[in-house]
C-alpha cells in the first residue's frame, strides 16, 4: 500500500511501508539510498523543512557559509570526495590566505606566550603516544593531569575549537581512536553538497517523530500526521535528540542501548555568523584572528573568507552553551564587543546581520555532535545494535573512529541499511 501522511491523526489509518528512515542528515540520505538500491521501498522522515541536518549552508545573511560541517575530513577515505566529484562539485584543498594571529584579552599575544601555547598543544600528541590505557580510560583533562593547571587549560583549550567540549568529558580512548587525514573544503556550501544529495528519494518534511512502537509483529512510526507502520526503521537523529526523550519508544529501549546513550553526550561547537559590509579595516581576507584570553573568551574568528562580507566566529563547550542560552542578541554583543577589541570600535557600526544556529539549543540536533565519556568508549558500538531485530540506530554517533563527522555519519547510515537489507521485506 502507497504510504500517505497526509491525513490528519484522527484519522489517520495504518498506512505501510518496508523501511521508515527517521532523520535527512547525511546518515539518513545514505541509507535511504542504498536500500533504493537494493530494492527496498524506503520513506524517510524529517523534522525540519530542509534536508542535510547538521550540514547546513546557510545564506540568511546574503553571502553563503557552512553553519554546521565545513570540512570534509579524512578525505582519503571519505565517501564525500566521491560523491561531489560523481555530482560535478569542486573540493579543493583547504587555504587560509590571510595568516593566524592570536589575541590575549584584545591585545596581540607576546611571543613567549605563544610559544608557551605551541608546546602546550605539543603535549596532548606526546602524551598520546606513551599513554598506557590498556588497564583503564582517562579522560583527557587527566591525560595532561601533571602539566600543571595554565599549561593544561591552555592545551585543553583547543579541543574546545575542535570536540567542542571540555577536556574532563572526553574519552581519551575515543579521542584516540578518531581517523586523522587530509581536510578538503566544498566552496559551494558542504551543507549544499548533502541536500543535493537527496534528489530521488522519498522524503517527507516537517514530520518530527514523536513515538517509535515495536511491541507488534511491525515498527510504528508517529508523526503529527499519522502512523506509519513498517517492517524496520532506521534512527538517525542525533544522540542529543534521543537523551532529551523527544522520541517516545513503546516499550523503552533496552538497557544495553540506554546505558549506550549514557556514555555519550553532545558537544557545543557554535558558529555565530555576522554580516560585516563596507570596511575590511586593513585585513587581508581569509585571516583567522583567535582571542585566547580567557577560557570564557575563546573564541575563532574566520575573517572574510572567500573575501566574503562575513566575519564567522565559533566557540565550544560551556562557553558555547551560554551563549546558546543568551540568545541571539547577547551573542551578537558579545561577539561584536570582542572583535572591537582586536580590530577598533569601528567594527561595531560595519556589524549588519547575525546568523546564529545554535545547535545545543536546537531541538532537532541538541548539540554539535556527539562526544563519549571517560570510560564509556563502548558505546557507540552499543547504541549500534539492533532492536528486536528491527530498529537500528545510525548516525554519526555510532561511526566509529568516523564520528562526529558527515562522513562518518554516511558510512553508518550505510552500515545500518546493509542490516536492513538482510530482513525479509
Ligand atoms: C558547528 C558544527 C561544525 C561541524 N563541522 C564539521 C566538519 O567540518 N566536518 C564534518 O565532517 N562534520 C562536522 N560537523 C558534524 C557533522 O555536521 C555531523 O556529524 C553530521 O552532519 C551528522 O549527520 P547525521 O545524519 O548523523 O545527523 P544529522 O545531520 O543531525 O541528521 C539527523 C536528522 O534528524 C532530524 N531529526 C531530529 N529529530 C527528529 C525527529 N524527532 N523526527 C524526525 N527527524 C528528526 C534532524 O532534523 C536532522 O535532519 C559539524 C557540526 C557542527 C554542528
Redesign the pocket.
Known amino acids: 500500500m502507497a504510504a500517505s501522511l497526509a491525513l490528519p491523526m484522527h484519522h489517520a489509518q495504518a498506512t505501510e511501508t518496508d523501511v521508515i528512515v527517521?532523520?535527512?542528515?547525511?546518515?539518513?540520505?545514505a541509507a535511504a539510498h542504498d536500500l533504493k538500491a537494493a530494492g527496498r521501498k524506503a520513506i524517510v522522515?524529517?523534522?525540519?523543512s530542509r534536508?542535510?541536518?547538521?550540514?547546513f549552508t546557510d545564506a540568511s545573511l546574503g553571502p553563503a557559509y557552512?553553519?554546521?560541517?565545513?570540512?570534509?575530513?579524512w578525505a582519503e577515505r571519505n565517501p564525500w570526495v566521491q560523491i561531489a566529484r560523481d555530482l560535478g562539485i569542486e573540493t579543493p584543498g583547504e587555504s587560509w590566505g590571510g595568516g593566524f594571529r592570536v589575541f590575549a584579552d584584545g591585545r596581540p599575544m607576546t611571543d613567549a606566550d605563544r610559544q608557551k601555547r605551541r608546546g602546550a598543544f605539543g603535549q596532548i600528541d606526546r602524551r598520546l603516544e606513551t599513554v598506557d590505557l590498556t588497564r583503564r580510560d582517562l579522560s583527557v583533562k587527566e591525560l595532561l593531569g601533571d602539566l600543571g593547571p595554565d599549561m593544561s587549560q591552555i592545551a585543553s583549550s583547543g579541543l574546545l575549537l575542535s570536540i567542542?567540549e571540555e577536556s574532563d568529558r572526553i574519552s581519551t580512548r575515543d579521542y584516540q581512536r578518531l581517523w586523522a587525514g587530509d581536510?578538503l573544503v566544498v566552496p559551494s556550501g558542504?551543507g549544499n553538497l548533502?541536500s543535493r544529495h537527496g534528489a530521488g528519494l522519498d522524503i517527507r518534511l516537517n514530520?518530527?517523530?514523536?513515538e517509535i512502537r515495536w511491541d507488534g509483529l511491525d515498527v510504528a512510526v508517529t508523526?503529527p500526521s499519522g502512523t506509519l507502520h513498517a517492517n524496520a526503521c532506521i534512527v538517525?537523529?542525533?544522540v542529543g535528540?534521543l537523551k532529551a526523550g523527544?522520541?517516545r519508544f513503546t516499550p523503552a529501549l533496552p538497557a544495553r542501548n540506554r546505558n549506550a546513550l549514557d556514555g555519550l553526550g553532545m558537544g557545543a561547537?557554535?558558529?555565530i555568523a555576522l554580516r560585516v559590509e563596507g570596511d575590511r579595516f586593513g585585513i587581508i581576507p581569509g585571516t583567522s584572528f583567535l582571542e585566547a584570553g580567557s577560557p570564557s573568551r575563546l573564541m575563532n574568528f574566520d575573517l572574510f573568507p572567500d573575501d566574503k562580507d562575513l566575519v564567522i566566529a565559533?566557540c565550544g563547550g560551556d562557553h558555547a552553551r551560554e551563549l546558546s542560552a543568551a540568545g541571539t542578541e547577547a551573542a551578537r554583543a558579545h561577539v561584536t564587543e570582542l572583535l572591537a577589541q582586536m580590530i577598533g570600535p569601528n567594527i561595531r557600526k560595519a556589524v549588519t546581520g547575525i546568523s546564529f544556529?545554535a545547535?545545543w539549543t536546537d531541538?532537532?540536533?541538541r548539540?554539535?555532535?556527539s562526544v563519549c565519556l571517560p570510560g564509556r568508549e563502548a558505546a557507540r558500538e552499543r547504541l549500534a545494535e539492533p532492536i528486536g531485530g528491527r530498529i537500528f540506530i545510525?548516525?554519526?554517533?555510532t561511526a566509529g573512529g568516523g564520528?562526529?563527522?558527515?562522513?562518518?555519519?554516511t558510512l553508518?547510515?550505510r552500515a545500518a541499511a546493509a542490516k536492513v537489507a538482510r530482513i525479509k521485506a
Open positions: 527517521i532523520g535527512a542528515g547525511a546518515a539518513g540520505l522522515l524529517e523534522a525540519r534536508i542535510g541536518g547538521r550540514a557552512d553553519a554546521g560541517a565545513m570540512f570534509i575530513h567542542g581536510d558542504y548533502v514530520q518530527p517523530v514523536s508523526t538517525t537523529v542525533p535528540v523527544a522520541i561547537l557554535t558558529k565559533y544556529p545547535w531541538p532537532f540536533s548539540g554539535s555532535y545510525a548516525g554519526e554517533a564520528a562526529m563527522t558527515v562522513g562518518g555519519a553508518a547510515g
